[in-house]
T-cell receptor
Framework: KAGVTQTPRYLIKTRGQQVTLSCSPISGHRSVSWYQQTPGQGLQFLFE???????NKGNFPGRFSGRQFSNSRSEMNVSTLELGDSALYLC????????????FGPGTRLLVL | GESVGLHLPTLSVQEGDNSIINCAYS??????FIWYKQESGKGPQFIID?????DKRQGQRVTVLLNKTVKHLSLQIAATQPGDSAVYFC????????????FGKGTKLSVIP
């Protein structure tokens, strides 16, 4: 099976802009989670989607949003970008069984100038 | 809030030696634990997991030990190889159906040839 794919891999934006990141889960996986990774805060949970519904949300401002499509692909959006949003954004997918392992994609490296 | 932490930020070992990476968690309700390996420029890669009803689980060259009494998790890597050089994260979650992982800060493992 192909792994989790994320596009784009690298992105440069300026403050105030918005950005959309895309994630395609492993075939058959219906849960998609997003994480932000920074040197200072480490890996932090953003949100999780299952069957097009957001089930969990981390402690991030409303500028961070996401959605999931019927084919399980997911997008996350960050509006009004701030310098502190520079990070590696990781997507992970899981199967349908409770507690199944999350498998991560390579991430999208976002730099906000 | 409660979080998962690591005792040592860096660990250097000689090639062929065994490595032990430790992790402390504070949420006694956590029931699923995972170790991930992250190489530079890549997303976290699943290594091994363990559920709270177990105290030991073995994989290929890796063993995870769980001590619920002191809320401690460890990853043992046998015959460490240069390819094992990476940052290792422990992660925990709790509650049936929860896909929200809480990650530790990470330990950088450097293997000396």
């Amino acid at each position: 099976k192909a792994g989790v794919t994320q596009t784009p891999r690298y992105l440069i934006k300026t403050r105030g802009q918005q950005v959309t990141l895309s994630c395609s889960p492993i075939s058959g996986h219906r849960s998609v989670s997003w994480y932000q990774q920074t040197p200072g805060q480490g890996l932090q949970f953003l949100f999780e989607y299952f069957s097009e519904t957001q089930r969990n949300k981390g402690n991030f401002p409303g500028r961070f949003s996401g959605r999931q499509f019927s084919n399980s692909r997911s997008e996350m959006n960050v509006s009004t970008l701030e310098l502190g949003d520079s990070a590696l954004y990781l997507c992970a997918s899981s199967g349908t069984s409770v507690g199944e392992t999350q498998y991560f994609g390579p991430g999208t490296r976002l730099l906000v100038l | 809030g409660e979080s998962v932490g690591l005792h040592l930020p860096t660990l250097s070992v000689q090639e062929g030696d065994n490595s032990i990476i430790n992790c402390a968690y504070s949420n006694s309700a956590s029931d699923y634990f995972i170790w991930y390996k992250q190489e530079s420029g890549k997303g976290p890669q699943f290594i091994i997991d363990i559920r709270s009803n177990m105290d030991k689980r073995q994989g290929q060259r890796v063993t995870v030990l769980l001590n619920k009494t002191v809320k401690h998790l460890s990853l043992q890597i046998a015959a460490t190889q240069p390819g094992d050089s990476a940052v290792y994260f422990c992660a925990e979650t709790y509650g049936a159906g929860s896909y929200q992982l809480t990650f530790g800060k990470g330990t950088k493992l450097s293997v000396i040839p």
